[in-house]
Nanobody, 122 residues
Framework: QVQLVESGGGLVQAGGSLRLSCAAS????????MGWFRQAPGKEREFAAA????????YYADSVKGRFTISRDNAKNSVYLQMNNLKPEDTAVYYC???????????????WGQGTQVTVSS
């Protein structure tokens, strides 16, 4: 079992930055791939970024590429999402997820956090 807790969300103006954190307990994160997903009101949960368990590979949705950076600190059992140049369309609840397959699909991730709200004002 893996318990994931996100933090770092908030209200920011367009063009601003936020750094989301995801702290894990119950299992070492070094053994799993990690992803960040987001869900806007009335929309399906969508992929944002993923990082392999060896920190060798990262992957981003086209909508966030060049603005978001995913990273992990296995010693702290944590994963991060640095979000720069935020846009109003980035407004969503952001979730971190852990799984044994690195994928852009929600179905590939077995464990999920409760989410943290990010709101970007124009």
């Amino acid at each position: 079992q893996v318990q994931l807790v996100e933090s770092g969300g908030g209200l920011v103006q367009a063009g601003g930055s936020l750094r989301l954190s995801c702290a894990a307990s119950g299992r070492t994160l070094s053994s799993v791939h990690m992803g960040w997903f987001r869900q806007a009101p009335g929309k399906e949960r969508e992929f944002a970024a993923a990082i392999s368990r060896g920190t060798i590979t990262t992957y981003y949705a086209d909508s966030v590429k060049g603005r978001f950076t995913i990273s992990r600190d296995n010693a702290k059992n944590s994963v991060y999402l640095q979000m720069n140049n935020l846009k109003p369309e980035d407004t969503a609840v952001y979730y971190c997820a852990a799984g044994l397959v690195m994928s852009t699909s929600t179905r590939s991730y077995n464990y999920w956090g409760q989410g943290t709200q990010v709101t970007v004002s124009s």
